[in-house]
Structure formats: structure tokens, C-alpha cells
């Protein structure tokens, strides 16, 4: 089995956990995951399986989407709600200050990375020296928020929280654009609950539990639910490469237009990304066209099975 599964991620699990869980689910070894979400948040976890697991660099790339509640007044170490109180203010701003704080972070901004985290820094996860009550110092790296649009303001005393939906860069921590936002308007605050509504193609909707996964498996229609390889790849072209050269196509060599079928029905332009086919409809790979020749960029064909991978 190959391809990719839109995983539901509930709370409490890690995202590793789903890995494992899927193990025994399905019954193979070859799974990924495409990005770490925390264990108290929810939401979209794009999962490989088999080949697909070759997809994960690039999956990993892909703008994000999240609903976020922001609790104002509060400073944690974990910078969420699960975390140890480090302060409280009194929240003093209006509804005017918290637009103008949250639309100030839109755009590109350097963000430290928080301590509780999976970023490894001299061979240690920061997670695992944070634990141990050591800090040590992260540089900032660049991210970018594409767009923050609030849902909702709620200034009470008793829980004085925000909730916005933002669309973002890899490597943004929502967490951490929280308390950011806090120090912004002086009263501090942190990440109460945290939804991961889209990774890419992949939304909410249309993801599944790893009960339902169960289920889909038990009724013989989970391969119905897996999303194939090359549909990851709706916008680069399809082209199909005459059977003729099909040793020099699974081998990764370069290759010219002269090998492809209908080739005069098509136009290449450099540095594009093309779906390359052979004649029986089975995906090979992703290619790159450069000055008149394609390169591949990434192979998801077994020529020793014959078999789409």
C-alpha cells in the first residue's frame, strides 16, 4: 500500500503515537509522519505509507493552517495551557490593542523556537534539556504568517482569550506566536487549545480517526481512502515516456522530449515540474525540466516489481 492518509490526530496522542498505532492497524512497517503536532492539540496529520514515505520532505514544506484560542494574562514554560505558570497580569487592553498585536505579527518575522521542542541543538532534543531544567539560547528563525483573522474576542476577567485562525509557514510554532502576541500588548498570554485545520491539500473534513481507520480496514475499504502518489501533484503536468526507453527511465537517467509520446502536443519550460509516466498509466516519478532535458527529482517506481510504488 501506498500513498498518503489524511489522519484525524486526537488528544493525547503524539504524532508518534499515531505512527505506531497505524503499525498495528495496517499491518506494515513503512509509515511516516509529516510533521509533529503536540500532544494536546488536534487536527490534520498528513500520514505516508510506503512509498509515499519518500513524500515527507516535501509534505513538510506545505503552508499550514490552524485555529488557535489564546489565553491573555497568562505566561507558561511549555508557552500552552499543559505547562507551569510562570505569571499572571491582570489583562488591561482593548479590543482595539489585540487586532492591532495579532495583525502586527502578519508577514515574515523571526521567531526563537520554544524550549519545549523536538529541534535538536549539539545532539540534544530542546524538549529533553528543558526537562532537566536547562535553557540554552535558540536563534531566531524566519517564518512567515501568511494571514491571522480573529474569530472571536473575549475580554472577561474570569478567561480573557482570543481565538484566531492563521495560515502559515513550516516551522511557525503557534505556541510560541501566542506568547509573542503577549508580550506585544504587556500582559502576557499562552496557547489554551490548538486545531490543525489544513496541511496543504488536506483539511479537516475529510480527515479520519484512527478508530475509523479500523473500521474502514474491517470493511475492506480503507484503500478507498487513500490518497495515490501522484495526486499529490494536481498542478505539474502528466507526460508519458514511450516504453522503447523505459531502462533509461527507471534507472533516474536524464532524459529528452524525444522519448515521449504526443511530445508535440505539449510545451516545456525550464525549471518546471512534470508527473512522468510510462504506457501502462503507472506513475514513475517527478522530473524537472532544464534546457532541454528532464531530471529527476524524486523516483517512486520499483522496475524490479513492475509495479507502481
Same mark, same amino acid.
Given at each position: ?74 505566561? /507558561?514554560?511549555? *508557552? ?9 497580569? !491582570?489583562?488591561? $487592553? &482593548?479590543?482595539?490593542?489585540? +487586532? ?108 479520519? /480517526?484512527?478508530? *475509523? ?9 480503507? !484503500?478507498?481512502? $487513500? &490518497?495515490?502518489?501522484?495526486? +499529490? ?77
Amino acid at each position: 500500500m501506498n500513498g498518503i492518509i489524511n489522519v484525524y490526530k486526537e488528544q493525547g496522542f503524539t504524532s508518534h503515537d499515531v505512527v505506531a498505532k497505524l503499525r498495528g492497524i495496517l499491518h506494515m512497517k513503512k509509515i511516516g509522519h509529516t510533521g509533529t503536532l503536540d500532544p494536546d492539540a488536534v487536527g490534520v496529520l498528513p500520514v505516508c505509507l510506503g512509498k509515499g514515505t519518500r513524500l515527507v520532505d516535501m509534505i513538510t514544506d506545505w503552508g499550514k493552517t490552524y485555529e488557535a484560542v489564546m489565553l491573555l494574562g497568562t505566561t /507558561t514554560d511549555t *508557552q500552552d495551557i499543559s505547562g507551569a505558570v510562570l505569571e499572571k497580569k !491582570d489583562v488591561h $487592553v &482593548t479590543e482595539v490593542q489585540v +487586532m492591532d498585536a495579532c495583525n502586527s505579527f502578519v508577514g515574515e518575522y523571526d521567531q526563537i523556537p520554544p524550549m519545549y521542542s523536538a529541534i535538536k541543538q549539539n545532539g540534544h532534543k530542546l524538549y529533553e534539556l528543558a526537562r532537566k531544567g536547562i535553557e540554552v539560547e535558540r536563534k531566531p528563525r524566519r517564518i512567515t504568517i501568511h494571514s491571522l483573522h480573529i474569530n472571536d474576542i473575549n475580554l472577561t476577567e474570569e478567561n480573557p482569550t482570543v481565538t484566531f485562525t492563521v495560515e502559515c509557514s513550516k516551522g511557525t510554532y503557534i505556541r510560541t506566536l501566542c506568547e509573542d502576541i503577549g508580550k506585544k500588548l504587556g500582559c502576557g498570554a499562552c496557547m489554551q487549545k490548538l486545531t490543525r485545520t489544513r496541511v496543504g491539500q488536506f483539511g479537516i473534513d475529510d480527515s479520519l /480517526t484512527l478508530n *475509523q481507520i479500523s473500521a474502514l480496514c474491517l470493511k475492506g475499504e480503507f !484503500d478507498n481512502r $487513500v &490518497t495515490a502518489i501522484d495526486e +499529490m501533484f494536481p498542478s505539474y503536468q502528466k507526460i508519458v515516456v514511450l516504453d522503447e526507453f523505459g531502462k533509461l527511465l527507471y534507472n533516474g537517467n536524464k532524459f529528452g522530449i524525444n522519448v515521449l509520446k504526443q511530445a508535440e502536443e505539449l510545451e516545456f519550460l525550464n525549471a518546471e515540474m512534470y508527473r512522468v509516466y510510462n504506457e501502462k498509466s503507472q506513475f514513475v516519478g517527478i522530473y524537472r525540466y532544464d534546457s532541454g532535458l528532464f531530471v529527476l527529482e524524486k523516483m517512486f517506481y520499483d522496475p524490479e516489481k513492475n509495479v507502481e510504488s
